[in-house]
């Protein structure tokens, strides 16, 4: 069955440090794969996605995230963290045989000053 | 460029009355999700319309929910009777392709059922 882990549900970092959210998917081919942001009270809004090709993806707000077919993981990345980015942080996969597009169960990012 | 549109943004009501929460989603897309979230549960998905067609239904709780797009450009989730268990975050997204493209959420509307 498809699915998606994220296997850390609280991260806490230093404003300025880097950050890396890990995403693992179960699937049989190359799913397509999505990040998304949500900040309090708000929806989720699409930070990057994998379709193909690169690896390495560039997304929003200086965001990216890297393919890994071998590790069937997705990671966020972001090498300098700022206090806006506290929020939480969704892995989601799709496939053109997927009859649902599956989410992960979040992971809350906290900032510290 | 208008995004996916929610009405109420909140909701308040008494257990057994009757919520309609409302959705337009961004024109030209031809797929809409119905998405409920919970602390406890996270993001769970509802159901899901494919050219105005409910396409997958059976993340739908129960029979006291029911979801229609009688059209492109809108779509209804109804709870009849509410129960506080029914208290959530609501969202719709709407997307071009039915599962392989991006899909766009709007802001959500917060129920409360006491």
């Known amino acids: 069955a498809q699915s998606v882990t994220q296997p850390d549900i609280h991260i806490t970092v230093s404003e300025g440090a880097s950050l890396e959210l890990r995403c693992n998917y179960s699937y049989g081919a190359t799913p397509y794969l999505f990040w998304y942001v949500q900040s309090p009270g708000q929806g989720l809004q699409l930070l990057l996605k994998y379709f193909s090709g690169d690896t390495l993806v560039q997304g929003i707000k200086g965001f990216e995230a890297e393919f890994k077919r071998s590790q069937t993981s997705i990671n966020l990345r972001k090498p300098t963290v700022h206090w806006s980015d506290a929020a939480e942080y969704f892995c989601?996969?799709?496939?053109?045989?997927?009859?649902?597009?599956?989410f992960g169960s979040g992971t809350k990012l906290n900032v510290k000053p | 460029d208008a995004g996916v549109i929610q009405s109420p943004r909140h909701e308040v009501t008494e257990m057994g009355q009757e919520v309609t929460l409302r959705c337009k989603p961004i024109s030209g897309h031809n797929s809409l999700f119905w998405y409920r979230q919970t602390m406890m549960r996270g993001l769970e998905l509802l159901i899901y319309f494919n050219n105005n067609v409910p396409i997958d239904d059976s993340g739908m709780p129960e029979d006291r929910f029911s979801a229609k797009m009688p059209n492109a450009s809108f779509s209804t989730l109804k709870i009849q009777p509410s129960e506080p268990r029914d208290s959530a975050v609501y969202f719709c997204?709407?997307?071009?392709?039915?599962?392989?493209?991006?899909?766009?959420f709007g802001p959500g509307t917060r129920l409360t059922v006491l």
């Open positions: 989601a996969v799709g496939a053109p045989n997927f009859n649902k597009f599956y």
């Open positions: 997204a709407s997307s071009l392709v039915q599962n392989t493209d991006t899909q766009y």
